[in-house]
């Protein structure tokens, strides 16, 4: 008896929790789905239904990854500031361009094909390509985070400057009540 009063008293709270942990997450939805799918993908043992090398397997599910940032980003474009949807679009095409790079090459895998020195000479040039596109993609979202520190500063700082009354709409040196003089 005293159990079910103890659960039934934080019912509500774990809803409101729930409510709260969704509406927080609201930027990630979309992603957060495309990357579960991601993962489904990646622990699907896909070569059994048809040829498929390690580094295209990993290419499908990073290209997953990628729609999902890509869609999100298209689904909230209106309520994204400019940095947001920078970082989402270089972040979706960088995760594109890894994905399609690691489906379209089956020889990365060096168990799947013999490789040539071109191929090995091709390989090293992709690997400083994604680092410096990893330290371009850092860049913008370390741009987008410190743009979004300053914009929450300057609204603190706007709410904790203004008067009482400007909150409401009236300059300072008005009232609720109504001028002498008819004003």
């Known amino acids: 008896m005293e159990n079910e009063k103890a659960t039934a008293g934080k019912e509500p ?15 990630y939805h979309i992603i957060i789905f495309w990357a579960m799918l991601a993962l489904g993908v990646l622990y699907t043992p896909l070569q059994h239904s048809f040829t498929l090398g390690r580094y295209q397997h990993w290419g499908l599910s990073i290209t997953c990854l990628g729609i999902g940032y890509l869609l999100q980003v298209i689904w909230s474009w209106r309520d994204y500031t400019k940095w947001a949807k920078i970082s989402y679009l270089s972040t979706a095409c960088y995760f594109l361009f890894v994905g399609f790079t690691f489906y379209a090459n089956p020889w990365l895998d060096a168990r799947m094909s013999l490789q040539t020195e071109e191929q090995m000479g091709r390989r090293s040039l992709m690997l400083v390509a994604y680092f410096v596109m990893s330290l371009a993609l850092s860049a913008v979202w370390m741009k987008w985070i410190r743009a979004e520190a300053k914009a929450q500063r300057n609204v603190a700082k706007r709410t904790a400057i203004q008067p009482a009354g400007a909150l409401k709409g009236h300059d300072n040196n008005q009232s609720d009540e109504p001028r002498e003089g008819g004003q």
């Open 13 to 27: 709270n774990e809803s409101r929790s729930r409510a709260s942990l969704w509406h927080r997450t609201r930027r």
